[in-house]
């Protein structure tokens, strides 16, 4: 059974750090891609980004790219978010989940939720001042 877990949310002020996990099980660890992705309230989910659990390669949306990375432990069976630079805008539940069919390689590098498969149950992310 595949299961993603989310965890490290909190509150935070602007220009703070967050480091985001995302446990995973059920699955071969180097397979396919893990997303992390965000949903602010009154707005539809959005990527933030993915990695491709083999290679190792990442894309990152513009609005956090040099802000944000992904990292991996496979020893943990975790992928990290590692958030820098926080800002208000950063608000929301933060989601992982995962995709067998690297998608978003062949999407130029487009982490959308629709090719995602499988969820993490999310955690909620709150920059204030």
């Known amino acids: 059974q595949v299961r993603l877990v989310e965890s490290g949310g909190d509150l935070v002020q602007p220009g703070g750090s967050l480091r985001l996990s995302c446990l995973t099980s059920g699955f071969s660890f180097d397979y396919g891609a893990v997303g992390w992705f965000r949903q602010a309230p009154g707005k539809e989910r959005e990527g933030v980004g993915c990695?491709?659990?083999?290679?190792?390669?990442?894309a990152y949306a513009d609005s956090v790219k040099g802000r944000f990375t992904i990292s991996r432990d496979n020893a943990k069976r975790t992928v990290y978010l590692q958030m820098n630079s926080l800002k208000p805008e950063d608000t929301a539940v933060y989601y992982c989940a995962s995709d067998f069919e690297l998608t978003f390689e062949r999407q130029g590098n487009l982490c959308a939720p629709n090719d995602f498969d499988y969820w993490g149950q999310g955690t909620q992310v709150t920059v204030f001042s």
């Open positions: 990695v491709n659990m083999r290679r190792g390669n990442t």
